[in-house]
C-alpha cells in the first residue's frame, strides 16, 4: 500500500504562466518518456521478480517517480492557471485546451495520449532492467531537452535540474541492481534462462 | 499560503531537505544492503524527520495523517489547509 505526504519533493513556486513551456513540460507527465510511465513501468515489474534487492528498488524509484509525476503536474498545472483567453488563443494551447480547459491530463507535447504500451513488463529480469536503463537515459535527456527550450525562467529550471539528477541517480541504481541478477546467473550463459520463469537448476 | 522566510517555511524547508536524505539512502541500501554504517546514516535522519514532521503537524497542521493524534486539533487542517501545487512554500 502506500501512505501520501502533502508536500511536493521539491518546491515548485512559478508565478507567471505560460502556456507555451507547459506545452513542452506536460511530455514528462504523460508522454513516452515521462514519470507516469516510469512509475507504472518499475511498480508493475516488482510482481514477478525473484530477487528481494531488485523488488525493493524498484518499488522505491517506481514510488519516488510518483512524487516526480506530482512536480510535473504541478508545473504544468502553475505555468497555465490564471491563463487568459488572449494567451490561449496566442500560444498554441487551444487544441489542449478545448478538451482539458486547464486541468491536468496524461499526453505527450504531440498530442499522443497516455498509453501503457510506451513502457513494457516483459518477466524477464535482464529484459527489464535494460529497459529501466534505457528509460532513465530516454528521461535525462529529454529533460535536457526542455532545459535547451527553456531559459531564462529559474522558476521552472530548478525543478527541472532536480529532476534531471534523479534519472542519473536512478540510472546508476538500475545498474546496480542488474549487476546484482547477473551475479546469480551463468556468468558464461546470462541468458541461459529466464530466472521469473524457468527454475534454476540451482 | 505560507509567507517566504517565516519559520512555518524554514521548518517545511527542512522536512524537504532531511527527507531527501532519507529518499537517497533507501534507494542507496536496496542495492548496499549489507552497509551498516548507511543504515545508522538513515536511521539518524529518519529520527530527525519524525521530530521535525510532529513539530509541524502540532504548530501548522498535518503533512502526514500518521501525525495527526497529539495535535488537538479543532478542524480537519488536512482538507481545509493548502495542496502542494499550490505553491507559496
Known amino acids: ?202 | 499560503m505560507m509567507t517566504p522566510n517565516s519559520e512555518q517555511s524554514r521548518l517545511y524547508h527542512d522536512i524537504g531537505v532531511i527527507d531527501f536524505v532519507i529518499v537517497e539512502m533507501n534507494e542507496y541500501l536496496d542495492t548496499h544492503p549489507t552497509d551498516k554504517e548507511a543504515i545508522e546514516y538513515l536511521g539518524h535522519y529518519v529520527r530527525m524527520k519524525n521530530q521535525a514532521m510532529r513539530e509541524y503537524a502540532m504548530k501548522y497542521g498535518p503533512l502526514r495523517i500518521t501525525d495527526v493524534d497529539g495535535c488537538n486539533e479543532t478542524e480537519w487542517k488536512w482538507a481545509t489547509q493548502p495542496w502542494p501545487w499550490e505553491g507559496g512554500c
Not at chain 1, 532536480?162 to 549487476?179: I, M, N, Y
Open chain 1, 1 to 202: 500500500m502506500w501512505s501520501y505526504e502533502k508536500r511536493l519533493q521539491f518546491p515548485v513556486n512559478i508565478k507567471e504562466p505560460n502556456a507555451k513551456i507547459a506545452q513542452v513540460i506536460m511530455s514528462q507527465y504523460g508522454g513516452p518518456d515521462g514519470e507516469l510511465g516510469a512509475s507504472m513501468r518499475y511498480i508493475s515489474q516488482r510482481y514477478s521478480m525473484p530477487y528481494n534487492e531488485v523488488a525493493a528498488i524498484l518499488t522505491d524509484i517506481g514510488t519516488e517517480e510518483l512524487a516526480h509525476l506530482e512536480m510535473v503536474s504541478t508545473i504544468v498545472h502553475q505555468l497555465t492557471r490564471n491563463l487568459s483567453m488572449e494567451e490561449i488563443e496566442q500560444s498554441g494551447f487551444a487544441n489542449y485546451y478545448v478538451d482539458h480547459t486547464v486541468g491536468i491530463w496524461p499526453m505527450a507535447a504531440g498530442g499522443i495520449p497516455f498509453n501503457s504500451c510506451e513502457f513494457q513488463s516483459k518477466g524477464d529480469a535482464i529484459t527489464d532492467l535494460f529497459e529501466d536503463m534505457a528509460a532513465e537515459q530516454k528521461a535525462r535527456t529529454t529533460y535536457d531537452n526542455i532545459l535547451r527550450l527553456v531559459k531564462d525562467e529559474p522558476d521552472v529550471c530548478e525543478p527541472i535540474k532536480f529532476l534531471r539528477a534523479r534519472e542519473v541517480v536512478h540510472f546508476q541504481r538500475f545498474g546496480e541492481a542488474l549487476r546484482i541478477v547477473q551475479d546469480k546467473l551463468d556468468s558464461k550463459n546470462f541468458y541461459a534462462f529466464n530466472p521469473e520463469f524457468d527454475k534454476c537448476k540451482s
